[in-house]
Every structure is written in C-alpha cells, then in structure tokens.
C-alpha cells in the first residue's frame, strides 16, 4: 500500500537543497529547469550557489515547493503511483505541494502561486515589523491566554498548533515582547523567537492574503484526485471553491498540523512518506503519535530505500 505524502513548508529550505536529486536524476533536472523557464529567472542559482538568498521568502518558497515536487517525480519515475495515495497534507507553503500531487493544480501555476505567495508575505513582514515565537512545552489554552496579553500591544495570534507542547504565535514586534514577558507567569517554560521575516499566519499577513485571493481567481483548480487535508479546518475537502478560499485565508490563520494527522491517523493511515527538503514533518509526528511512520525521501539513496520497501 502507498504511503500518504506530507510535503514541507518554509523553513525545511538549505542551501543546495534539490541539486543531488538533480545530479541524480534526469526527471528531477527537468523539473528544475522548468522552473527557471516558468519563473524567468534562475532560482536554481538562488536555491543552489546563492548561499543565504535561499532563506528569502520569496526565494524559499518557490525552491521547496520545485525540490518536493522533483523528488515526487522521480518516485513516480520508479513506480510511486499519485493515484494510489491514500492522502496528502502539506505544512503551510507545503499545501501548494500536495495539491499539486493530488491533480488540482498544475506544476507552472503552483510554482507561480508560491513565488507570488513569498514576495507578498515578505512585503506584508515590511509593513507591519512583526515575528513569531515558539512556546515550549505550552498547551493550546496556555498559547491563546498568553496571545491574549500580547494583542493588548498590537495584533498577536496562535499561528501554529503542530504538535504536542509545539505551538507557536505570531504578531507584531511590541506584542510579543509583551507575550514573552508574560509567558512564565502563564505556566509556559521558554519561548524562543524565530528567525523569520514576519509573523505568518496572522492578521499581520492579510496584505499577502488579498493579494493572494486576487491570483487564486485567476487559476484552474480540479477536483483532487485523492484526499487532500487542509490546514485551515484539519478535514478533507474536494470542494475546489472551498479550497481556493481556504488557500487565500490560510497565510492569516493558524495551522492546524496536529488536528490534520490525527484525521489521518482516524481513517487508518500510519504510513507517511515526507519529500525534500528536510525531516521537519517527521520529527513533529513522532511528537503526535510515536506508533506513525513517516519514511524520509530527503536524498537519492532514500529512492532505493522507498523502493524496496
């Protein structure tokens, strides 16, 4: 039986991040190169020799989605059948992925979307100074009291519940400052500031998020051919106007990660497959249910690994 596929958001990005797939595999080299073609100019030169560049919102976002979508290519190339996936999520960025693998939108609009979807949240982080914070070891009422006493300063939000004890919020900068000075006498441990541009999925965003719906109008999206689970409710949906909405509403609200695998976990699936870039989605499943498997596909050899399985 297939694996579902839980594609990364932003944040699994490194610099080189695709190229050995590239190396590797002719399908994966071609996919890359399309995408240079589509986005008219070289974001493989960004992702691969730029160094830090691949860190930039706008730049990440388009790489992680063209490495993830290389990386399905070539299982696909080795037998891998889209429509036998019993279901697919994506992190954030990630869901532009998996909607691309379950058939609802194409490789160029998707790339597209995603490159437009960066540059519009790294414009969004420039008007409204904002970040997030991680807060260790909170529950989800402990994360939204402790919003609560942020957005008394400015707008701050619950941005992510991804797992057990790994929640994080986001607004802007005097917000936080005020959550972070709060957060021990709410019972929560540590907090750590991330090294983001913005504070993602919260109202901070809702420049991005127009601009989003405005481009979303303007592109085809099918029915998916397999489940496809979103952030936004943590069910699956088909419903293609219900998903081009819930694509422009997502960078504002929260990430429903844990909700998301525990829909997959009640409908039986326990078997994940995660493309490149990286393990994150890995490492934060064995933190919802350690009995989940989640195989990596983060460099050539795991291929094989996949295969002979």
């Known amino acids: 039986?297939?694996?579902?596929?839980?594609?990364?958001?932003?944040?699994?990005?490194?610099?080189?991040?695709?190229?050995?797939?590239?190396?590797?595999?002719?399908?994966?080299?071609e996919t890359f190169q399309r995408a240079d073609e589509v986005l008219g100019f070289s974001l493989t030169n960004a992702i691969w020799n730029a160094g830090d560049e691949v860190n930039r919102t706008d730049i990440a976002q388009p790489g992680i989605f063209a490495t993830s979508v290389a990386v399905v290519r070539v299982l696909e190339s080795r037998g891998l059948d889209r429509a036998k996936i019993p279901l697919?999520?994506?992190?954030?960025?990630?869901?532009?992925?998996?909607?691309?693998?379950?058939?609802?939108?194409?490789f160029e609009d998707g790339l597209r979307l995603v490159r437009l979807r960066g540059e519009a949240m790294q414009d969004a982080s420039l008007q409204f100074p904002s970040s997030m914070v991680s807060?260790?070891?909170?529950?989800?009422?402990?994360?939204?009291?402790?919003?609560?006493?942020?957005?008394?300063?400015?707008?701050?939000?619950?941005a992510n519940l991804n797992a057990p004890g790994q929640v994080i919020v986001s607004g802007e900068l005097k917000a936080l400052d005020a959550l972070e000075a709060a957060a021990k006498d709410h019972g929560i441990r540590r907090t750590r500031r991330l090294v983001v541009a913005g504070g993602f999925h919260s109202e901070c965003m809702r420049p991005a998020a127009e601009r989003l719906k405005v481009a979303l109008r303007e592109i085809l999206?099918?029915?998916?051919?397999?489940?496809?689970?979103?952030?936004?409710?943590?069910?699956?949906?088909?419903?293609?106007?219900?998903?081009?909405?819930?694509?422009?509403s997502q960078v504002c609200a929260p990430v429903l990660w844990e909700k998301s695998m525990r829909f997959?976990?009640?409908?039986?699936?326990?078997?994940?497959?995660?493309?490149?870039?990286?393990?994150?989605?890995?490492g934060i499943m064995s933190k919802i249910d350690e009995t989940a498997r989640v195989k990596p596909a983060a460099k050539p050899e795991d291929v094989t690994a996949f295969l002979a399985s």
């Open 1 to 29: 039986m297939h694996p579902a596929l839980l594609f990364p958001g932003q944040g699994a990005q490194a610099p080189g991040m695709g190229r050995d797939f590239a190396d590797a595999f002719p399908v994966a080299r």
């Open 88 to 106: 697919v999520a994506g992190l954030s960025l990630g869901e532009y992925t998996a909607l691309w693998c379950a058939g609802s939108i194409s």
């Open 135 to 158: 807060l260790m070891g909170a529950t989800e009422e402990q994360a939204l009291t402790v919003a609560q006493v942020g957005a008394a300063h400015g707008i701050c939000q619950v």
């Open 221 to 248: 999206i099918s029915v998916p051919r397999v489940p496809f689970v979103s952030n936004v409710t943590a069910v699956a949906t088909d419903d293609v106007e219900q998903i081009r909405a819930q694509l422009g």
């Open 264 to 282: 997959a976990l009640a409908r039986g699936i326990h078997d994940f497959l995660e493309p490149a870039p990286g393990t994150v989605l890995a």
